[in-house]
């Protein structure tokens, strides 16, 4: 049963937009400090695919966009698009434009001028330039704001005019540099749905670098989890959320428990485990993985139950405390061995919960709740 | 009563302020006010008369050594904001190395040697060179302008590029703009209030420049202030404080144009 929902991601199903094969990136800081931003990363994006680069900063994603984009240049590896080596082309050879984090858009021109300015660029005719402007401009719903200056809308609209400038060349990827960080709460919300839709209607590979995991789930097809100069995990939101098959993504993404654990038999994408405290369950393995021996299973605060007596429990502690949070009541888990649980349990307005701390309580993990972590 | 502290209230800075002010502008009122002087005494006040701008306007080596100065400071001006730009664009687009700071001293050689030292060196080099092509024209002194105009260019120049969002000259190439067209269409644009305000000091300051010129013209290649400096050795008349007040009215003409051109760029 377990991990019977997880959808393995299938490298084949549309074609490959941008490869990277061994990327590996060294910077050189004052006297001989040098920094390994990258370290042999390999990626495939596919085309017409909303790819997320997610990862606490220091990580490598901003350096892996920026030599996508071509601002910077590799120590080893390639970079193909569309089979071909784009990694040592200057940043005007390459069909790829940026949404910048601090937009940059030009001052000195109006909003339609900067739409425009890749296109006149590449020495497209006039006529052609203002229409497509015009197009970019109800795309993005700025048509009224044509001749204002930059510097006289407000950031939500200078997003939108980034937008539009960088996808009016219909370059084959768009890459987007944490570009709602700048934004407050509402709008970035908004936003996220303007992306989505801006991309379902381009038809345009987007390459989007975050460190925010919230607006990774929600907007993507697939995540990477980077850290530390290399790929951790590639997936669907969903993939990456249930199915983290290393400790660094379970604990990036959302919340975890972590509990140490022994295999005890393996089949398939399951294996039967037993608890530190004795209980045995059936937890996912890792795609493609066969550990034995100890191991760390992780379970989510709300994929995990409180058991109506401790008998039928999996787990037994003492409450520590119980919070609530609106939708949610957070309960704090002291389990026998001193680590603590936490379970996450939605509220409703007919019972009365009567979590009292200090009260036994016992925790329930269901088959299939639990993921078995490679390290 | 006591009264609250501040550290904009502190004893004796009026009077210091006063002092500066009229240390500062005393002499220029004075001059300007002699200037409309009938009589020939730049001391004795014997009336209001123009007598003195029109016998300037009409001293034929007065126009001659003007029309010089117009000549140079331009021509200089622009040589030196064209190579300061060059400079300002090599010395802030690259990440620093050991010898750049090396390099802003060496650009900006002319403010720290003493003017004397480079006249001297000047009128040394230029009398051989003089001998060998046998050439005496302007070119020496627009060449020893220009020289020293550089860092005036160069400062404020650099001060705008230095901050400039690099990010903009990236985004420009983003969108397929060759290295050429980032700098015509985003850095030049952008960057146009230095480049003016660095043409603009360059000019004033060639205009004004006496020790330099005096030992590189060739004979008969007086500019104002030369000049100037020439007839106050005889006899000062009111017709100097003529002139320097229209020189005085034009500075201050320039400026504040640069002022309005510049407000209206950004």
Not at chain 1, 21 to 48: M, P
Not at chain 1, 314 to 335: F, I, K, P
Not at chain 2, 28 to 46: D, K, P, R
Request: hydrophobic share 45%; with cysteine; aromatic share 8%.
């Amino acid at each position: 049963m377990a991990g019977a929902n997880r959808g393995i991601t299938d490298l084949t199903a549309g074609k490959i937009a941008i490869k990277a094969r061994g990327i590996t990136k060294v910077f050189h800081g004052a006297g001989n400090a040098a920094f390994k931003a990258l370290d042999r990363v390999s990626v495939s994006i596919r085309e017409n695919e909303f790819f997320t680069l997610l990862g606490p900063s220091g990580c490598g994603k901003t350096t892996l966009l920026r030599l996508i984009a071509g601002f910077e240049y590799p120590d080893e590896g390639e970079i193909l698009l569309d089979g071909k080596d784009i990694a040592l082309l200057t940043p005007h050879q390459r069909p790829v434009n940026t949404v910048f984090q601090s937009y940059a858009l030009f001052p000195h021109m109006t909003v339609g001028e900067n739409i425009g300015f890749g296109l006149e660029m590449l020495g497209k005719p006039r006529r052609e330039i203002a229409a497509r402007v015009d197009e970019m401009l109800r795309l993005v719903r700025m048509e009224a704001l044509k001749d204002r200056r930059t510097s006289q809308i407000s950031g939500g609209q200078q997003q939108r005019v980034a937008l539009a400038r960088a996808l009016a060349p219909q370059p084959k990827v768009l890459l987007l540099d944490e570009p709602l960080s700048a934004l407050d709460y509402k709008l970035r919300k908004e936003m996220q749905v303007e992306l989505k839709r801006l991309q379902h209607e381009t038809g345009i590979t987007f390459i989007f670098v975050t460190h925010d995991q919230e607006e990774a789930l929600t907007m993507s097809d697939r995540i990477a989890v980077m850290s530390g100069g290399s790929i951790l995990q590639v997936g669907t939101p969903r993939e990456i959320y249930d199915s983290p098959d290393k400790r660094f993504v379970a604990d990036f993404i959302g919340e975890a428990n972590f509990l140490p654990a022994t295999v005890l038999s393996a089949s398939g994408d399951a294996a039967k485990v037993a608890l530190g405290a004795g209980a045995e369950i059936v937890a996912g393995l890792p795609h493609g993985e066969r550990p034995d021996g100890k191991v760390t299973v992780m379970v989510r605060p709300e994929h995990a139950e409180i058991a109506s007596g401790t008998s039928g429990a999996t787990l037994a502690g003492t409450l520590e405390s119980a919070v609530y949070l609106g939708t949610d009541t957070h309960l704090n888990v002291r389990l026998g061995d001193g680590s603590s649980f936490v379970v996450r349990r939605q509220n409703d307005r007919c019972t009365e919960a009567g979590f009292v701390p200090g009260m036994p309580i016992g925790v329930l993990i269901r088959d299939g709740a639990a993921q078995v972590l490679k390290y | 009563m006591a009264r609250r502290y501040s550290v904009q209230r502190q004893r004796g800075f009026t009077l210091i302020a006063l002092f500066c002010f009229v240390l500062l502008y005393l002499p220029m009122v004075t001059l300007v006010a002699y200037a409309f002087n009938a009589g020939i005494s730049t001391s004795n006040w014997e009336g209001v008369s123009l007598r003195w701008f029109h016998a300037a306007a009409a001293n034929e080596r007065i126009i001659d050594a003007t029309l010089r100065s117009l000549t140079i400071a331009p021509i200089a001006g622009l040589i030196a904001t064209v190579a300061a730009t060059m400079a300002a664009l090599a010395t802030t687009r690259t990440a620093p190395y050991p010898g750049l700071t090396f390099k802003y001293a060496f650009i900006n050689q002319p403010l720290m040697v003493p003017e004397i030292v480079t006249a001297v060196a000047l009128l040394v080099v230029f009398s051989q060179v003089k001998v060998w092509t046998g050439y005496s024209g302007l070119g020496y002194l627009i060449a020893a302008h220009t020289a020293f105009c550089i860092p005036f260019a160069y400062l404020p120049i650099k001060a705008r590029l230095e901050t400039m969002d690099l990010t903009l000259e990236r985004a420009a190439a983003d969108l397929y703009a060759r290295p050429w067209m980032v700098f015509r269409r985003v850095t030049l644009p952008l960057l146009w209030p230095g480049i003016l305000a660095g043409f603009m000091l360059a000019f004033v300051v060639s205009l004004d420049d006496v020790v330099i010129t005096e030992f590189v013209k060739s004979a008969g290649q007086e500019t104002l202030p030369t000049y100037m400096l020439g007839q106050l050795r005889r006899q000062a008349t009111p017709e100097m404080n003529a002139i320097s007040t229209v020189f005085l009215g034009l500075s201050i003409a320039v400026v504040t144009l640069f002022f309005f051109l510049s407000r209206r760029k950004d």
